[in-house]
């Protein structure tokens, strides 16, 4: 974990709250739906970050692309580094023999990004993230989910959550980032 710095871990800790807010009451959470958006949402930062015109592209769709095979696997490496950090390592026999992920999430990636992306940006942009850097904080994030659900949902479910969330994230085309109606470049005359 070279790149992390306590900015990082700053902004991760804002984020786990905006996932507790947003996604749950009184901070319990659908613990699957939890994991898989913090995961999400690091990806489609690093969506964002290769500077793709999605302009005609529906949000949803699936774009395979090289940079996304290149850089989802730092976020696997700050998830387990950091698990392992928490004195939870990930057991590879476990992994290899339960390729469960749980219960499926309750939202989908463009529903995760409309209710989510607006205060992770926030967040992000406060602590002087670049798109790169705030997906290194969501996937610390991520990991301190993962270690607070592990109890329900077992280690190695969480971690599974994790990966399939990281590579949703990076190859689904997100939702417009300009959230806000835009201005017609008409106007009716009075």
Same mark, same amino acid.
């Given at each position: 974990?070279?790149?992390?710095?306590? /900015?990082?871990?700053?902004? &991760?800790? +804002?984020?786990? !709250? *905006?996932?507790?807010?947003?996604?749950? =009451?009184? /901070?319990?959470?659908?613990? +699957?739906?939890?994991?898989?958006?913090?995961? /999400?949402? &690091?990806?489609?930062?690093? %969506? /964002?970050?290769?500077?793709? !015109?999605?302009?005609?592209?529906?949000?949803?769709?699936?774009?395979?692309?090289? +940079? &996304?095979?290149?850089?989802?696997?730092?976020?696997?490496?700050?998830?387990?580094?950091?698990?392992?950090? %928490?004195?939870? #390592? *990930?057991?590879?026999?476990?992994?290899?023999?339960?390729?469960?992920?749980?219960?499926? #999430?309750?939202?989908?990636?463009?529903?995760?990004?409309?209710?989510? =992306? =607006?205060?992770?940006?926030?967040?992000?942009?406060?602590?002087?993230? !670049?798109?790169? +850097?705030?997906?290194?904080?969501?996937?610390?994030?991520?990991?301190?989910? @993962?270690?607070?659900?592990?109890?329900?949902?077992?280690?190695?479910?969480?971690?599974?959550? &994790?990966?399939?969330?990281? @590579?949703?994230?990076?190859?689904?085309?997100?939702?417009?980032?300009?959230?806000?109606?835009?201005?017609?470049?008409?106007? %009716?005359?009075?």
């Amino acid at each position: 974990m070279n790149n992390i710095e306590k /900015r990082h871990f700053d902004a &991760a800790g +804002e984020m786990v !709250d *905006i996932f507790a807010g947003k996604l749950g =009451e009184n /901070r319990a959470v659908h613990p +699957e739906t939890a994991i898989a958006a913090g995961a /999400r949402m &690091a990806g489609t930062m690093l %969506f /964002r970050s290769f500077g793709f !015109d999605t302009t005609t592209m529906l949000p949803g769709s699936a774009v395979l692309s090289n +940079e &996304a095979n290149e850089k989802w696997p730092e976020l696997v490496d700050i998830v387990a580094s950091m698990l392992y950090q %928490f004195d939870l #390592p *990930i057991d590879k026999k476990k992994l290899e023999k339960n390729s469960s992920q749980g219960e499926a #999430p309750k939202l989908s990636v463009n529903e995760m990004q409309k209710l989510l =992306e =607006e205060d992770l940006t926030r967040i992000r942009e406060k602590h002087g993230l !670049d798109l790169v +850097e705030g997906a290194r904080s969501c996937a610390l994030a991520v990991a301190f989910l @993962i270690r607070e659900c592990a109890p329900g949902i077992g280690l190695e479910v969480g971690f599974n959550i &994790a990966t399939c969330g990281f @590579i949703e994230g990076l190859k689904t085309v997100p939702i417009s980032q300009n959230l806000k109606p835009k201005q017609p470049w008409y106007r %009716f005359w009075k």
